[in-house]
């Protein structure tokens, strides 16, 4: 399947960071990024120049890969791929959505947590300010142990992208993630905006439990994740 010509959900991360996440902005013109504490995703045209891969070299953190949506072809030399993640991107226009008395409203103050969280579930990146990006809901279990997250991250004009759905191992099968995505997805209805969301296209499970709630599979997404040449000592 391949995405409609032209639409926001092509280039999402562009259409953020020179939209309602200028804030979060590194760079300018045809390559950004997020700010590393923020997210590891960049922005770029869909087939990359050699001035677009310089800017994109220049905004590269050394040891994090980066990350090219959808280019084909070879790579520039000394450029390497890390991996490709073959990513599905899901529209939310039909998503039953509802509020949830019990979901708690996470910030800045519950990032450790929120890490912990991560770290045994392994949601995808999430950086320790990524938490600013939007709203980000929990449950805990009777402990006061958070044991399930999801949130809002790309911001699109007229779209907002669920991410982080998660849920502690110990705790799946009880129908928590589905209850954070209803909530989320209210949150974002309620600004005016409609929920969007990507996933592994290998997550069988995930897609599964995203189409039964209604999402349409929208595009399908190669992932490259990419080093750029190390720079020399004397370079700036």
């Known amino acids: 399947m391949t995405t409609t010509l032209g639409h926001v959900l092509d280039d999402p991360v562009r259409a953020s960071l020179h939209g309602a996440h200028a804030r979060f902005r590194l760079g300018d013109g045809a390559v950004v990024r997020y700010r590393p504490d923020v997210a590891r995703f960049v922005g770029h045209p869909p087939q990359p120049a050699a001035a677009d891969y310089a800017a994109l070299a220049r905004l ?34 039909a998503l039953a959505t509802a509020p949830d008395a019990e979901a708690e409203v996470l910030g800045p103050r519950n990032i450790d947590e929120i890490l912990d969280l991560v770290e045994r579930t392994r949601p995808g990146p999430f950086e320790r300010r990524t938490v600013e990006l939007g709203l980000y809901l929990g449950l805990r279990d009777d402990s ?21 759905v998660c849920t502690d191992p110990e705790h799946r099968s009880r129908g928590l993630a589905t209850r954070l995505v209803r909530a989320v997805g209210h949150h974002i209805r309620a600004r005016g905006d409609v929920p969007f969301l990507h996933t592994s296209a290998e997550n069988t499970g995930a897609r599964a439990v995203y189409e039964g709630l ?17 720079r020399s000592t004397g370079e700036s």
């Open 60 to 93: 590269a953190v050394p040891g994090t890969p980066l990350s090219l949506r959808g280019v084909r072809g070879p790579l520039p030399a000394g450029w390497r791929i890390v991996d490709e993640i073959p990513l599905v991107q899901y529209d939310g226009a």
């Open 144 to 164: 006061g142990r958070l044991i399930a997250l999801a949130g809002e991250r790309l911001r699109p004009p007229g779209w907002t992208e669920i991410s982080a």
């Open 214 to 230: 209604g999402f349409r599979l929208r595009a399908s997404i190669p992932l490259l994740l990419v080093q750029p040449p190390t």
